[in-house]
């Protein structure tokens, strides 16, 4: 038996012990590869990656011509002279690849939103089904970004090939996040299209050295993908290392996973209150009548009306709790 | 209406969309071992009240009480096109935490869903999508099953097939609500109401 079929008879055999264990971890796994799978039946986001990433850099590389222009490098504190037509190259290459995941994260959370409410309400856990997207995006994102920046080097060779991928993966972990959020608060496929469009359409351009000549970077440096812009050029036209730059976009994931995790448990949330058998409780309905007199009437268990909790006969030492504004309503219902 | 044997308990459920009121007061139980069934004309709010009771849906005033397990079975099919049904039991039996899918294989074979275990839902038709749709609110032998709209699309044969299944679960002391448009065979009702003017109430020649 060769090496990589032993590797996919392992991976069976682990896969056929998970599947009647039902314990978190095993969930997790199993959720994981559910994930993987509706990303791997995306055609479209598929067809995407495998042409329009190569399309789109080599028409960069065909019409963009090859003057100096000066970057702001905060990794070389200065003016960094670059080729234009390769620093559009890693532009085009980070808009690429955040387009693309943000899109495909984006179609995943929203086409399973209804789906994953009815798991949670059978008792899945929430934790789990967002652990399992994120993982699904991280995987995502390092095929993307691995197969973008083997892409690049067709055109040209980056100094540092290995953090110009890393940067790729990063800023398609931004977008990924976001596109979880957008799934989670947008309900039409356009709008969330759109959305994320328009935010990477502002991000990139307004980092463009020939759109935006400025030097001051007040305002930039709070950009989705400015972290991964710099390190990317950085790791195109230097020997520096950019690793902190290249981790803002773990920054972005988290602020975007955590409004994520906010939102999909607000979408989730079972109204409905279970009872076990031996509870003692009374569910009561108070209504107030015209003349101000109330009729309360019992659905379950029997119920003491203490009218004078000083002389009640229960015995009763709770202190007397005025009334909310909200109970001078015509009717309230009260469970207990 | 006050029952202490209920399994389900609706109390005084309101529930309004921007300025219209769909429920006023919904108040009823589900007793232990009962098929219950609840019409209503299009949008009477049958869709709004099942949703609120299996705890998707807040209401703006009263309460759901249930004491057993909720098998929910949704109007809207809400599987995940990308997975096949396979994958579907295997989600679900880690939301369930069920140690083997027995019964969802029983479910599988009554419902002649058995021969689309590695189909994606996406291609199934959708009488058969309907299918999966059950089977994922009943594969854990629930104690209360709510279904809206249950037997849309079904064949002759699938449809006595769900009303086999559910006197089953009648006679076993599970609990079932059908909420439908409209009720055929109202005979394998035990009792049958209508959701009118954002209320239950009983259904007129109706013996219950």
Known sequence: MSPLAAVVADIKSYKASLDDQTTWQASLVKA??????????????????????????????????SDTVEYHSRVVRGPLPVNANELAMVSGAINAVTLIIGFMMFAAVRRSSAFDQRLVLAGHSRACLLVAKLAGLVLVAAVVAGYA??????YWDPLQPGLMTLS?????????????????????????MFVIIMVSLVDVMVQNPIINPADTQAVVRFLPTYGSMQAGAAAGF???GALGYAS??????????????????RRTRDHARHAPSAEPSATVTLTTRADGSLVVTSMVGPVVVCTQLAQCPSGCEAPVVPPPARARRTRKTATS | MSTPDFTLRAVDLHKAFGARQVLRGVDFSLRRGEIMGIIGENGAGK?????????????????????????YCPQRIVVNDELTVEQHLRYFQCAYRLPSLDRAQELLERLDLAGYRRTKAGVLSGGTRQKLNLVLALMHDPGVVLMDEPYQGFDWDNYLAFWSITKELRDRGQ????????????????RLHRLRGGQVVEEAGVAT
């Open chain 2, 175 to 190: 609990s079932v609500l059908v909420i439908s448009h409209i009720a055929h065979d109202v005979e394998r009702f035990d």
């Open chain 1, 238 to 240: 230097t020997s520096r």
């Open chain 1, 149 to 154: 920046g083997f892409v690049m080097t067709l």
């Open chain 1, 32 to 65: 994981i590869g559910f994930e993987v799978a509706q990303h791997a039946r995306n055609r479209l986001a598929l067809a995407l990656v495998v042409f329009f990433i190569p399309v789109w850099l080599g028409i960069v590389r065909a019409i963009i011509p």
């Open chain 2, 47 to 71: 869709t709004t009240l099942l949703r609120v009771l299996s705890g998707e849906l807040k209401p703006d005033r009263g309460a759901v009480v249930h004491r057993d397990r909720l098998g």
């Open chain 1, 168 to 192: 790729l993966f990063t800023s398609g972990l931004t977008y990924g996040g976001l596109g979880i959020v957008l799934g989670l608060a947008l309900s039409t496929e356009l709008a969330g």
């Open chain 1, 248 to 265: 803002l976009g773990l920054v972005w994931l988290t602020a975007f996973g955590l409004i994520g995790l906010a939102a999909f448990n």
